[in-house]
C-alpha cells in the first residue's frame, strides 16, 4: 500500500487543479476542472494518477475501501431537498 497525500486549489477565476504531493513541501498538478470535484472524485483523480505512473496496481474491493474510506462526500455534498450546488462553481 502507497501513502500519499494531495490538496485541491484554485485561484479565481482559474480551475480548480488537483495538485498530488511530491513531498518537501512541493506538488504536481494532475488534473484541471472548470467544476469543483467532489471528495471521492478528488481522492479517485490522485489514485488514478499514481495508477497511470504505475506507482499502484489495481486494487479489489478491500484494498479500494482502505484507500477511500467509507465516507466519499463531504457533509455539503450530500443530496439534500432544495440545496444549492453553487459549491461546484
Known sequence: MVNYQGCLFRSYPG??????DTGMGSYRRVLGNDIRPALGEFKEQLTQALREEGVIAEEGN?????RTGYKTTTWWE????????????
Open 15 to 20: 480551475q480548480f487543479q488537483t495538485l498530488l
Open 62 to 66: 478491500a484494498l479500494k475501501f482502505l
Open 78 to 89: 450530500e443530496e439534500r431537498e432544495n440545496a444549492s450546488d453553487a459549491w461546484r462553481t
